[in-house]
């Protein structure tokens, strides 16, 4: 019996519900964009004990899948990650059908138009405040609404 692969509807309504956004502020050892000391870090991650599910979202968008086995559970724990141009497209793809996620989306996709990627470019000013800004805004909007 073939099984039919479900509607990517469906599939994203388990990254609406098991999936989070997140943007991380990390401090540089080098000062390579225009004397900038920071960095972000910004992904997009799914954890499940099915490796199968993680495999489908790898095929489907990109990304990375890692694994690992806490305390004396018997499970392993799967997670699924996107970040850069990746993250980018599968904000795009995404979007229309998010509910839960739809804000934290949004933001992620206003962060990712910071990043113009040319040689030679250096990050302005202007960029650098934006991104301290929206990571500053998405981590109170994370904070705000995870508490169902």
């Not at 305390?71 to 699924?80: D, E, M, Q, S």
């Not at 934290?104 to 996709?109: F, G, P, R, V, Y």
């Not at 910071?114 to 470019?121: L, N």
Request: proline share 3%; glycine share 6%; net charge positive.
């Amino acid at each position: 019996m073939i099984k039919k692969q479900p509607p990517i509807q469906y599939l994203i309504g388990a990254l609406d519900t098991r999936g989070f956004f997140t943007i991380i502020e990390q401090e540089r050892s080098d000062r390579l964009n225009n004397g900038c000391k920071k960095k972000w870090v910004n992904l997009f991650s799914f954890h499940t004990t099915k490796r199968l599910t993680c495999e489908f979202f790898k095929e489907e968008f990109g990304g990375y899948i890692y694994s690992e086995k806490k305390g004396a559970t018997k499970h392993i724990l799967y997670r699924w990650a996107i970040m850069g141009k990746k993250l980018t497209e599968f904000c795009q793809k995404v979007y229309p059908h998010l509910f839960l996620l739809k804000n934290d989306c949004e933001l992620m996709m206003e962060f990712r138009e910071t990043y113009i990627i040319t040689p030679g470019y250096k990050l302005t000013d202007e960029l650098i405040e934006k991104r301290i800004k929206l990571a500053a805004e998405f981590s109170t909007q994370y904070y705000s609404h995870k508490t169902f």
